[in-house]
């Protein structure tokens, strides 16, 4: 097996298992060798031997047996081997230590350009961030806390929301921001995953003093998917007191999840408590406006950068309709469109992205029905599904069946006259009228709201 063939499956598995895994836990693995079908890669430690093993073991020897190499076992070696196990580090090589800096009161401190956090994409800025109704308070405030030049805004800011809403790209919009204003600030972004594995070796490595100075020097901290760490007592601690320490300085902190932090099972009240304190933004499911505007931005970002292909009408409003919970698998398939129009040299049509895209519209298809609703939302507000689909007018009967109503227009493809059939033959007009009610309401109403997306929530998932 050679460097190249382990660089192809390198690239495979960044796809299959996302950037931040593999940033976090694959990028770390060299290459040493293989013999007898077992192949033998260098790890800083074992713990990430121990980790990738664990979650990543079966995918690495399903593409590398994919590009022909018959491998049947995975072994990690670690510079700390003992003796008559292999050693991480090549001939002539020394496993690099943490990075110091010399003199003064913060000797034995990281400087910044040494900080062990993760990178920070250029691409990713307010400019190439779309804004619409679902995102705008979340672009709002990370814009706050950008343009304050290092200054606190809101202390910490908790962006949450699902996957490929654009938590990431606004902690990367911010820390770019930043650097540009004030080139001498210390912002550092990771993962709550790196953040663990920092922690656990400094614990295994004796070097707490450096950890502790290390995360206390920074002047814009922060911790992507901070949900990784609740359940795990050690580094929860440390994370608190990282926490007080950066607040009791002055210094931001920019925290991110998948949930609200009251719904984050088995995180610490302390560090809940703490977050709550701060500004907690949630960025909603995205609405089919915001998909469409997202799509022609990219639309516009091809052409700009010299690529002439032509779409036929209708196509980004397909798949804005289409694919509708998740932004990344949304640009993707935008991507492989381009890509595919590209090699065979024709105008992308609404039966090539069809055809081309069959596999990811199957599985975003939307299959949620109405009665399906119906029962979710009856279950959320305590009402019999009989008084759902009813003739009373009781303001707690009303206004969960303007919500059902409201889900159903916008999560199914059924038409007016027929969602209002399904709720006991009612006319198309009130179908409108409800549907709009929700839709003032929800901008006003912070319980609704809240109450809408976690609706969304468990009919998607």
Known sequence: MTDDIWGQVRDELEEAIGQSNFVNWIEPLEFAGVKNGVIVFNVPTSFIGNWVLRNFGDQILHHLNKAGQGVTRIEFATPAASPGKRSAAPAGRTPRPLKRTTGGANRGAASASDFPGAPIYARYTFDSFVVGKPNELAHAAARRVAEGGGAVAFNPLFLYGGVGLGKTHLMHAIANELKARRPDLNAVYLSAEQFMYRFVQALRERRMMDFKEMFRSVDILMVDDVQFIAGKDSTQEEFFHTFNALVDQNKQIIISADR???????????????????????????????????????????????????????VLEFLAHRI??????????????????????????????????????RTYDRKITIEEIQRKVSEHYNIRLSEMIGPRRVRTIARPRQIAMYLAKQMTSRSLPEIGRRFGGRDHTTVIHGVRKVEELKTTDDQLAEDLRLLRRSLEG
């Not at 469409?292 to 009408?313: F, P, W």
């Not at 469109?337 to 992205?353: Q, Y």
């Open 324 to 361: 509708s919970t998740n932004v990344r698998v949304l640009e993707g398939a935008l991507t492989r469109l381009f890509a595919f129009a590209s090699l065979i040299g024709r105008e992308i049509t609404l039966e090539m992205a069809q055809d081309c895209l069959s596999d990811v519209l």
């Open 260 to 314: 609200a932090p009251g719904e984050i099972k088995d995180l610490e009240d302390r560090i809940r408590s703490r977050i709550q304190c701060g500004l907690v933004v949630d960025l909603h499911p995205t609405d089919y406006e915001l998909r469409l505007g997202i799509l022609q931005q990219k639309v516009d970002q091809y052409h700009a950068d010299g690529d002439r292909l032509e779409m036929a009408d209708g």
